[in-house]
């Protein structure tokens, strides 16, 4: 291949990783919304359910949002009776998002069709082409620096 052909490629696939990553976030951008929650209220959900009570400053790190996106969604789920917010014994500086008992509820019934949905986008794919993709894509993101301007 020339230096053409390789720029080409990679163009390519930069094109197909986009079109990929679109269809992917608007069937689960859609999905979501049957349920009368938005992909952020969902994700924080997701991350409570699976991983327990978390300090409000890891959660924005964890699902790549801004502390200030942030407060305004756990308002909005505070608000609908699906999380609590609980101050730490030990370190008043630090507060934690806890699901409620009805937010538990709510998203232990959403999550397993959510799931579902998402296995149902990946049906066409063996598991070892998933592997092969998910080492791959982690490969394109662990390896690059993003760009300076």
């Known amino acids: ?3 053409n052909e390789i720029s ?3 163009l390519q696939l930069f094109s197909e990783i986009c079109k990929a990553n679109r269809f992917l976030t608007d069937a ?28 409000i400053q890891q959660i924005g790190k ?3 949002i801004s502390s200030g996106n942030m407060t305004y969604v756990l308002d909005k789920l505070e608000s609908r ?14 507060i934690f998002a806890a699901l409620t008992d009805e937010g538990r509820r709510v998203i232990s019934c959403i999550f397993p069709a959510h799931s579902e949905m998402i296995h149902s986008l990946f ?15 982690k490969k394109i993101g662990l390896s690059n620096n993003q760009p300076q301007c």
């Open 81 to 94: 009776g699906y999380i609590k917010r609980i101050h730490c014994p030990t370190d008043r500086r630090v």
């Open 123 to 137: 049906s066409r794919l063996n598991s070892v082409e998933k592997d092969m993709l998910i080492y791959l894509l």
């Open 1 to 3: 291949m020339d230096e």
């Open 62 to 64: 964890r699902i790549l």
């Open 28 to 55: 689960s951008f859609n999905n979501i919304k049957c349920f009368g929650l938005n992909l952020t209220e969902f994700a924080v959900l997701e991350l409570l359910y699976h991983k327990g009570d978390q300090p």
């Open 8 to 10: 080409t490629n990679s």
